[in-house]
T-cell receptor, first 116, second 112 residues
Framework: GAVVSQHPSWVICKSGTSVKIECRSL??????MFWYRQFPKQSLMLMAT?????????EQGVEKDKFLINHASLTLSTLTVTSAHPEDSSFYICSAPVTGADQPQHFGDGTRLSIL | KQEVTQIPAALSVPEGENLVLNCSFTDSAIYNLQWFRQDPGKGLTSLLLIQSSQREQTSGRLNASLDKSSGRSTLYIAASQPGDSATYLCAVRGTGGFKTIFGAGTRLFVKA
């Protein structure tokens, strides 16, 4: 079945560092991918829609310059948290939709980001 | 804008009980609805998917129903076990752009 791979699974870094998270669709092409953020004991909040070959679409309240999204190929989307601060610490998870109402949405295993 | 609500927010039951988790959504123009399980600190595990044209889906001890017109779905767990303890998330995929919107989840604790 379709699989989405997300890397890294855990990142700990100093404040001010930029962190890149990769999301890959392993056996299907994804013209669109979604990036979510989850704070402890809260649900997943959609941050942005990544579109292959064009600009990402950000949800209201999400800083475009803070969370840079690049979807350079049909199998790879990246999220870069620029100049990360402790308040950016969170669980980030990507997903790729598969065409077909009977197909479940596939999610990566998530990246836990901790900014010291 | 789609909004998804889950009730209750938390639930604690003794082992063996049957239980129902509720999910409601405001926009009935959905592609499908998916129930997920999330263990602490982990990613999502897909449990059941119901297409917009379907009324229910079953997998083992789990049964999910969908009433699109009223904007409601339920997840029924039969004969609960301690291993069922997790957060259960309801996710609605819209017809425009295929965005998936999540509810806040129900944290379930099954006592042995």
């Amino acid at each position: 079945g379709a699989v989405v791979s997300q890397h890294p699974s855990w990142v700990i870094c100093k404040s001010g560092t930029s962190v890149k998270i990769e999301c890959r669709s392993l056996d299907f092409q994804a013209t669109t991918m979604f990036w979510y953020r989850q704070f402890p004991k809260q649900s997943l909040m959609l941050m942005a829609t990544s579109n292959e070959g064009s600009k990402a679409t950000y949800e209201q309240g999400v800083e475009k310059d803070k969370f840079l999204i690049n979807h350079a190929s049909l199998t790879l989307s990246t999220l870069t948290v620029t100049s990360a601060h402790p308040e950016d610490s969170s669980f980030y998870i990507c997903s790729a939709p598969v065409t077909g109402a009977d197909q479940p949405q596939h999610f990566g295993d998530g990246t836990r980001l901790s900014i010291l | 804008k789609q909004e998804v609500t889950q009730i209750p927010a938390a639930l604690s039951v003794p082992e063996g009980e049957n239980l129902v988790l509720n999910c409601s959504f405001t926009d009935s123009a959905i592609y499908n609805l998916q129930w997920f399980r999330q263990d602490p600190g982990k990613g999502l595990t897909s449990l059941l998917l119901i297409q917009s044209s379907q009324r229910e889906q079953t997998s083992g001890r789990l049964n999910a129903s969908l009433d699109k017109s009223s904007g409601r779905s339920t997840l029924y767990i039969a004969a609960s076990q301690p291993g069922d303890s997790a957060t259960y998330l309801c996710a609605v995929r819209g017809t425009g752009g295929f965005k998936t919107i999540f509810g806040a989840g129900t944290r379930l604790f099954v006592k042995a």
